[in-house]
């Protein structure tokens, strides 16, 4: 059974320090990875998909890497701002097509940017 | 693009009830999820459509939960008879299948959420 771990649960960060989020999982058989950010009372926002093929997306300030032999994935946040605070979590999806639709998720990590 | 749109957005109901939670994909997309959220255990997978279809139901925890998805701009989950065990949030999901073969992959999109509390 896969398991998704996000460590820390919780990371405070000057305004302007880059930020840098780890997300491990269990199974490298995956079809893709999805990073999320969760407002405090709000749905999911999707802000990257990297697909099994790939090692790196990149929107902006944020760039996602996938190292899938050692079980890895991290999402860099560059010149972090106040409003990038916000719980970021990490999702993979199974070793398929079909399974890649099931997301597993991990924890969470909840971020505070102070201005 | 309005999104994925859930209603209510907050629902509290007592033991015992029947409680209906209705979701509204984004437009053209093929695939519908349905999720739930506590502090215990996270974000889990409860059961996805494709085409109008579940797929896999795998993540229902009891018999007394539902899903229909009578159309494609149309889902409900259903929980009968609802318990306090079953407040969480819970999230409604879309994505669209793009590329193709290996290529394939699905980016899903969440709406809002619905509270709900069962006293």
């Known amino acids: 059974k896969q398991e998704v771990t996000q460590i820390p649960a919780a990371l405070s960060v000057p305004e302007g320090e880059n930020l840098v989020l780890n997300c491990s999982f269990t199974?490298?058989?995956?079809?893709?990875l999805q990073w999320f950010r969760q407002d405090p009372g709000k749905g999911l926002t999707s802000l990257l998909l990297i697909q099994s093929s790939q090692r790196e997306q990149t929107s902006g300030r944020l760039n996602a890497s996938l190292d899938k032999s050692s079980g890895r994935s991290t999402l860099y946040i560059a010149a972090s701002q106040p409003g990038d605070s916000a719980t970021y979590l990490c999702?993979?999806?199974?070793?398929?097509?079909?399974?890649?639709?099931?997301?597993?998720f991990g924890g969470g990590t909840r971020v505070l940017v102070k201005p | 693009d309005a999104g994925v749109i859930q209603s209510p957005r907050h629902e509290v109901t007592e033991m015992g009830q029947e409680v209906t939670l209705r979701c509204k994909p984004i437009s053209g997309h093929d695939y519908l999820f349905w999720y739930r959220q506590t502090m215990m255990r996270g974000l889990e997978l409860l059961i996805y459509?494709?085409?109008?279809?579940?797929?896999?139901d795998s993540g229902m925890p009891e018999d007394r939960f539902s899903a229909k998805m009578p159309n494609a701009s149309f889902s409900t989950l259903k929980i009968q008879p609802s318990e306090p065990r079953d407040s969480a949030v819970y999230f409604c999901a879309s994505s669209l299948e793009t590329g193709g073969g290996e290529w394939s992959y699905n980016e899903q999109f969440f709406g809002p959420g619905t509270r709900l509390t069962v006293l």
């Open positions: 199974d490298s058989a995956i079809y893709n």
């Open positions: 999702a993979v999806g199974g070793s398929s097509l079909a399974a890649g639709n099931k997301l597993t």
């Open positions: 459509f494709n085409n109008n279809v579940p797929i896999d």
